[in-house]
């Protein structure tokens, strides 16, 4: 994946290197792989667990169908901090691409998540493989949803989590 620029955000792909600095928990060489200062809380367990669902043998055999379209959302304002990532969950063999967002908690509620979702789902959508992207989310997260229905999504399915119930899937086709 390219970088891509959005009028306030820079995305930068996350790379092998990256993954594997950020896996051993190495800050340092994480933020000068990416040219960035991650947030004080960043990388953590939960984090690596919800953005790096493949094991990192996995990741290394195949980093391009596994880190297609993931990056990391740094402001254009100085200086270089990423707050937050969009996710895809490797490139899909169906043609349904399904994309994961988050920004960091200080960072909410400014519309950064809809404008780096946005543009990774216009990416997205120039393969021609893509046909469509999912995205799920719980129906008491209402900052997903708002991001969601911002990008012109539509409820397409409910499925059930282990844990925490409905999980509503969401589609926006080309």
């Not at 990056?71 to 100085?78: E, M, T, V």
Request: aromatic share 8%.
């Amino acid at each position: 994946m390219p970088a891509l620029v959005t009028p306030r955000l820079r995305l930068v792909p996350m790379t092998l290197p990256a993954v594997e600095a950020v896996l051993r928990h190495d800050r340092q060489a994480a933020e000068h792989l990416v040219g960035a200062r991650f947030p004080d809380a960043w990388p953590n367990d939960d984090l690596i667990a919800r953005a790096f669902p493949y094991s990192l043998d996995a990741i290394r055999a195949d980093p391009d169908k596994r880190l297609w379209g993931d990056s990391l959302i740094i402001p254009l304002a100085d200086p270089p901090r990423i707050i937050g990532s969009v996710v895809f969950h490797g490139f899909p063999d169906d043609g349904i691409a399904e994309i994961g967002y988050g920004i960091e908690d200080g960072s909410r509620h400014l519309g950064y998540a809809t404008e780096a979702t946005r543009a990774c789902v216009d990416w997205a959508f120039s393969h021609e493989a893509i046909t469509a992207v999912q995205a799920t989310t719980f129906p008491w997260h209402h900052d997903s949803l708002g991001v969601i229905r911002n990008l012109g999504m539509t409820h397409v399915a409910t499925r059930q989590h282990d844990l925490l119930g409905d999980l509503l899937v969401f589609e926006r086709k080309r």
